[in-house]
């Protein structure tokens, strides 16, 4: 009975370490890949406007267009001024392809909440039992992170459009797909979300999943560390007053 405990404690201690590694991630990107003021932040920054004689109001369509499509249910990401396309068929061909990925990573993040918080309330009635196992876990998983997050960060700051050009193998196994997502100089996509665009993103990425995972770091250590211990101690000196 006591082994099979043992087993559950860690698979459950393994499983929320994992969902909130992937909750993290969609906590990190979503709000900002959804967030049309980020994006007209950005095209500020670029001089996107510009560059491609957009007005402020039409690049307020265009990211309307492009987040609405990816997040909020629009049917189609194509907008048209004075009866010309904005993007090209490649560039629609693509962002669909982007899409599936966006749905896909918005139910895992959703999912992977849900299983955060199940064994957090499980962990929670076991905490005395899992106390060992669990810190030593944590700690474990969260300096692979860290490490992996770092190298990351490294190779991105050295040659971010290598960086760019392996993420894609990682997300587009499929040649086609992967293919498609490079496109020629003058498509109107790629000089729209450019790659200061989307080094910029993965900076704001970057120092989000890093805050929340110190917080973790944090919550990790007052539950089960000498921060906790010392606040339980304070705590109990003041009730005795």
Same mark, same amino acid.
């Given at each position: 009975?006591?082994?099979?405990?043992?087993?559950a404690d860690i698979t459950v201690i393994l499983l929320?370490?994992?969902?909130?590694?992937?909750?993290?991630?969609?906590?990190?990107?979503?709000?900002?890949?959804?967030?049309?003021?980020?994006?007209?932040?950005?095209?500020?920054?670029?001089?996107?406007?510009?560059?491609?004689?957009?007005?402020?109001?039409?690049?307020?369509?265009?990211?309307?267009?492009?987040?609405?499509?990816?997040?909020?249910?629009?049917?189609?990401?194509?907008?048209?001024?004075?009866?010309?396309?904005?993007?090209?068929?490649?560039?629609?061909?693509?962002?669909?392809?982007?899409?599936?990925?966006?749905?896909?990573?918005?139910?895992?993040?959703?999912?992977?909440?849900?299983?955060?918080?199940?064994?957090?309330?499980?962990?929670?009635?076991?905490?005395?039992?899992?106390?060992?196992?669990?810190?030593?876990? *944590?700690?474990?998983?969260f300096l692979v992170f860290l490490l992996l997050i770092?190298?990351?960060?490294?190779?991105?700051?050295?040659?971010?459009?290598?960086?760019?050009?392996?993420?894609?193998?990682?997300?587009?196994?499929?040649?086609?797909?992967? *293919? *498609?997502?490079?496109?020629?100089?003058?498509?109107?996509?790629?000089?729209?979300?450019?790659?200061?665009?989307?080094?910029?993103?993965?900076? *704001?990425?970057?120092?989000?999943?890093?805050?929340?995972?110190?917080?973790?770091?944090?919550?990790?250590?007052s539950l089960y560390g000498k921060v906790y211990a010392?606040?339980?101690?304070?705590?109990?000196?003041?009730?005795?007053?």
């Open positions: 009975m006591r082994k099979g405990l043992k087993i929320f370490s994992l969902s909130f590694i992937l909750t993290v991630a969609f906590l990190s990107i979503i709000p900002i890949a959804s967030n049309n003021a980020y994006y007209m932040l950005q095209f500020e920054k670029n001089g996107v406007g510009e560059n491609l004689n957009y007005s402020i109001g039409q690049l307020e369509t265009i990211t309307s267009a492009i987040t609405g499509y990816l997040f909020r249910g629009k049917s189609s990401m194509q907008v048209y001024f004075d009866g010309t396309a904005v993007f090209s068929d490649q560039a629609i061909t693509h962002m669909a392809d982007v899409k599936v990925l966006f749905v896909g990573g918005t139910i895992l993040g959703f999912v992977s909440l849900a299983v955060f918080f199940l064994c957090l309330v499980y962990l929670f009635f076991r905490r005395k039992a899992v106390k060992k196992n669990f810190r030593r876990i *944590n700690y474990l998983v770092v190298a990351i960060a490294v190779y991105a700051f050295v040659d971010f459009d290598s960086a760019f050009v392996n993420f894609h193998h990682l997300i587009f196994p499929d040649p086609e797909k992967f *293919n *498609n997502a490079f496109f020629p100089d003058d498509d109107t996509l790629i000089n729209i979300l450019t790659m200061d665009f989307f080094f910029d993103v993965f900076l *704001n990425v970057v120092v989000r999943i890093a805050a929340l995972f110190f917080v973790y770091f944090f919550v990790v250590q010392k606040i339980k101690s304070s705590f109990s000196e003041k009730l005795l007053r």
